[in-house]
């Protein structure tokens, strides 16, 4: 048991600075993250603008017409 440990510790020991060292770049895929929810947050809240002044209107007229 004692030598599985030492080995394990050996192992992780050798093995922590390539993990320190690893850079991952994801600068493209944030700003396609960024951009892309921008404009499908952007859609959603104008249709949801859009609906809400349909809404309005139409209770404008039904409530001119039965007023």
């Not at 030598?3 to 600075?17: C, D, G, R, W, Y």
């Not at 960024?34 to 139409?58: K, P, Q």
């Amino acid at each position: 048991m004692s030598n599985l440990l030492s080995k394990i510790f050996v192992t992780s020991a050798a093995a922590a600075p390539l993990l320190a060292s690893a850079a991952i770049d994801v600068t493209d895929a944030t700003t396609k993250i960024t951009t892309d929810g921008t404009l499908a947050i952007t859609l959603v809240g104008s249709a949801l603008i859009g609906l809400a002044a349909t809404a309005v209107v139409l209770k404008w007229v039904k409530g001119s017409i039965f007023g």
